[in-house]
């Protein structure tokens, strides 16, 4: 081919290959220097940095408007359909969708000395993924010692996320579609707090609905729990008051193991507290246990409860007079 390699369908992105697209990169055998004009906003079409250099030199490709027409064509298939963004846990759920004239935006054109290609645009996805951060990282805070505090309890992890939508845009323009990516995962939880309240403390952390145990400064254990939903669990400093294997709730008529109270509801005139999920019996004398469905989200009446095997452990790590921390 006179000094010249035709290279197919090849295309990457931030120098790492992800899928192939229609289309032709002219590489010269002897030329090292970049063309940088393919190298914009992050995405190189290349199978190796040699790319012809007389892009500098000869006139520049031309595309006709029948060629123009077909790549507006293709964006709009490449953006179809929606592309929900769906963050989910049992007390939580939010949707972000990337409408089709916003997935459109992120795909681009460049011109080579002989090709019209359909290029990704990482910069504008970093850009998107940033604003979503900000609607899921939160702050927690907290009161100890009448002073209050503030910190980070909750950050969407963005280069992680950043990947799979490059990927999941690359794959439509191979004819691969997803209308849905949950990106739970993609979000990191941590405790308010740093382990500095106590030597040994708990802390609730009611927007999670989580339980961490702190022990010179280390997490010594995190579980799943519910707080209430309708009572309140009640924010601040509160106390380990006592412990007891079962004990019997008259107002909801039911058993609660490994009970240990930590508050007074004066409005209910009852006490609150951790433990197991509850129990009655019925009518022949078996044990009747709230859904395991209820871990995970508001559902007490201002008690924490915990999953079976959970609570016990808790229970027999937790001494009496310990500081219970809860909070949003």
């Given amino acids: 081919m006179n000094n010249q390699t035709a290279l197919w369908g090849l295309l990457y992105v931030n120098g790492m290959l992800l899928a192939g697209i229609a289309g032709v990169v002219v590489v010269g055998v002897n030329q090292t220097q970049p063309n940088s004009s393919i190298h914009k906003n992050g995405t ?3 199978s190796t940095d040699n790319v012809v250099q007389t892009a500098y030199t000869l006139a520049p490709y031309i595309p006709s408007g029948k060629e123009y027409e077909a790549i507006t064509e293709n964006i709009s298939t490449y953006s179809r359909p929606a592309l929900n963004l769906l963050y989910k846990t049992p007390h939580e759920q939010k949707s972000f969708v990337f409408e089709p004239e916003v997935i459109a935006s992120f ?3 460049e011109v080579t000395t002989h090709e019209l290609y359909v290029v990704l ?3 504008i996805i970093k ?3 940033a604003n979503i951060a900000q609607e899921f990282n939160r702050n927690s805070t907290y009161e100890y010692a009448s002073k209050e505090y503030s910190s980070v309890d909750r950050v969407l992890n963005e280069e992680p996320l950043v990947q799979t939508l490059i990927s999941e845009f690359v794959a439509r323009m191979n004819g691969t579609v997803k209308a849905e990516i949950v990106i739970t995962e993609y979000i990191d939880e941590s405790p308010a707090t740093k382990g500095d309240i106590s030597d040994m403390y708990l802390e609730v952390d009611k927007s999670q609905q989580k339980l961490y145990l ?3 400064k280390k997490i010594a254990g995190t579980y799943v729990i ?5 009572g309140p669990t009640p924010n601040g400093t509160h106390h380990i008051i006592n412990h007891a294997s079962n004990a019997w709730s008259p107002i909801a008529n039911v058993w609660t193991p490994y009970w240990m109270a930590f508050a007074f509801n004066s409005d209910a005139h009852a006490w609150l507290g951790f433990h197991e999920l509850p129990y009655w019996d019925g009518a022949n ?3 009747i246990r709230r859904s395991f469905d209820t871990l995970g989200k508001p559902a007490t009446g201002g008690c924490i409860q915990l999953d079976i095997g959970d609570a016990k452990k808790v229970f027999d790590w ?3 007079s310990m500081i219970v921390l809860i909070h949003d």
């Fill in 318 to 320: 937790a001494k009496d």
């Fill in 121 to 123: 645009d990482t910069d």
């Fill in 214 to 216: 702190w022990e010179n």
């Fill in 107 to 109: 795909y681009t054109t």
């Fill in 285 to 287: 004398g078996e044990k």
């Fill in 226 to 230: 519910s707080t209430g939903l309708s």
């Fill in 44 to 46: 190189v079409l290349s």
């Fill in 127 to 129: 850009q998107h993924v």
